[in-house]
């Protein structure tokens, strides 16, 4: 069911609730189908904005008046019968608004807005409603200061207000919505982790990581170099080791290296080996890796680091099969698979002349582009589950589980460092989690826990000076806006979700400037 202790956390509430307090001196308040009420008026510290429900909930009767006032509603409206309400409180002349919540059809709860009087009420009204609050326990002052402050609703203030309170009734439903999907998602997910979504070392079930392993199976038996690209922490090794044993090489021997961790002597003499006094502490032979990896697999990590003298040493190996170890005077022939990885573009380092065009066809047989982890977010949870249990048998731990925040945490996350980050802070929530069966969010790092406070939220902006009608704009404007980016400007669908005809739609993006053909121009 609806989590009834998160609404007042929401951003857009909150905000439409200030709204409501600043222009029209009312209280917003939510309460289940029970007649439960969920949101703090009831404690003693909270602070009101408006005054009148601020008396009326120092009386002794007033959390009473309250709590009958909700229940009354609750069971009007869960007959179906009306979408929203005008009510009269339990003070003479007072008024409310309340306001349904419909999950799939189903009476969940609704959403009130307290207190006003109507814009006709009389001197004489205004009066017998001082005087019933003073029989409720308030003190003269009090009343009067009450009677004097409550809000005199127009009539088209009144629809001003029926229509915020059907706004926060729809971003709740919204909410939930949003919520049951994820915990759909995490369930099935976190039930499906096993070797039906696995290649060799590799994890996933998005449509991504099966199109790769794919294309795995399909160069299984070739002998093609193969381009690895994608950003760092991807798993570019892992790939470079999927194809090595998927090979008819996986009997012989696989080699790595990180280009960008030598200059180019080092390299030099790391990749083909030097002769014994040929430089400055050479006292022996030594073989390099083309050598030692010889009807192998040599995987070169981070290509595009390579100067240019130290690419046509690559080609020369690739083409011909021979290459010329430091100091030697005569070339050796070797048989290697060569499996190239970069995070770099090549296709514009070829451009600048930082790459050359010749290497990059050489090695570039077959291309495998890794997406990054924010690109395939139905594998997070895999990968957590994964790395959790690694760890924990590692670690000679019981299996442990992750709390629910801390799992939704960590998938709102972007993780700009890929599988290794992730990797790494599962690693960190083992060990910061001690002999504790469940895994919290406390134990996050910071840059984690603290994402989505530092996000921008979706409505931050909405300008509570001037006058409602801009408000609303602005309003609309940005939940347009965000629908369209959520959508993927796909206008129909996004009219289906606002509630509003496909036509309305296209008219408020042309007149607020919203669609990107017109931005990208």
């Known amino acids: 069911m609806i989590k009834w202790q998160d609404m007042g956390k929401l951003h857009v509430i909150s905000k439409l609730e200030g709204i409501l307090g600043k222009w029209f001196d009312v209280e917003m308040f939510y309460a289940d189908a029970h007649g439960k009420l969920w949101s703090d008026h009831a404690n003693k510290d909270y602070a009101f904005k408006s005054h009148f429900m601020k008396v009326q909930m120092q009386t002794a009767v007033g959390h009473e008046f309250l709590s009958e006032d909700i229940e009354k509603m609750v069971d009007q409206l869960s007959s179906g019968k009306e979408e929203v309400a005008i009510y009269q409180s339990h003070y003479k002349n007072v008024k409310g608004v309340a306001f349904p919540i419909k999950f799939e059809g189903e009476f969940v709860g609704a959403v009130f807005v307290y207190p006003f009087v109507l814009d006709t009420a009389t001197s004489a009204e205004m009066n017998e409603l001082k005087m019933q609050m003073m029989e409720c326990g308030s003190s003269e002052s009090d009343a009067s200061a009450a009677c004097e402050k409550i809000k005199k609703m127009w009539p088209r203030e009144m629809e001003y207000v029926k229509e915020l309170t059907g706004l926060l009734a729809e971003e709740m439903v919204t909410f939930h919505e949003e919520i049951t999907k994820r915990e759909h998602q995490i369930h099935e997910l976190s039930s499906q982790v096993g070797e039906k979504y696995r290649y060799h070392s590799m994890i ?92 192998g697999t040599l995987f070169l990590d981070e290509i595009g680091d390579t100067s240019l003298s130290m690419q046509v040493k690559l080609l020369r190996v690739l083409q011909e099969g021979t290459y010329l170890p430091v100091g030697a005077t005569a070339p050796k022939k070797v048989d290697v698979r060569i499996v190239a990885a970069t995070n770099k573009n090549l296709k514009e380092m070829m451009a600048k002349g930082e790459f050359r065009e010749d290497l990059y066809y050489r090695i570039n047989v077959i291309n495998v582009n890794l997406p990054p982890i924010r690109e395939r977010n139905e594998d997070i949870p895999l990968l957590m589950d994964y790395f959790l249990k690694k760890r924990c048998d590692e670690s000679g731990k019981a299996l442990k589980t992750y709390a629910k925040k801390c799992m939704e945490k960590m998938l709102d996350y972007p993780w700009p460092g890929n599988v290794r980050e992730l990797e790494n802070e599962v690693e960190r929530l083992v060990v910061l989690s001690a002999d504790e069966k469940m895994i919290g969010p406390e134990n996050l790092s910071p840059r984690i826990l603290d994402w989505g406070a530092s996000a921008e939220p979706a409505f931050k902006g909405v300008n509570t000076e001037g006058t409602l009608r801009d408000a609303l704009e602005q309003l609309e404007v940005m939940m347009i806006r965000e629908g369209l980016k959520r959508c993927n400007f796909n206008k129909s669908k996004l009219a289906k979700e606002l509630d509003i005809s496909r036509a309305s739609l296209i008219m408020k993006v042309e007149k607020y400037g919203l669609d990107k053909r017109v931005k990208a121009a």
């Open 204 to 295: 996933g079930k998005s449509k991504k990581m099966q199109a790769i392993y794919s294309l795995l199976e399909k160069i299984s038996n070739s002998e093609s170099s193969v381009m690895i690209q994608g950003e760092n922490g991807t798993g570019k090794e892992l790939v470079a080791k999927a194809i090595h044993f998927y090979s008819p090489r996986k009997e012989k021997m696989f080699l790595a290296v990180n280009c960008s961790a030598f200059n180019d002597n080092l390299l030099d003499s790391e990749l083909f080996g030097h002769m014994k006094g040929s430089f400055t502490g050479a006292v022996k032979d030594k073989k390099g890796l083309f050598e030692t990896a010889n009807g």
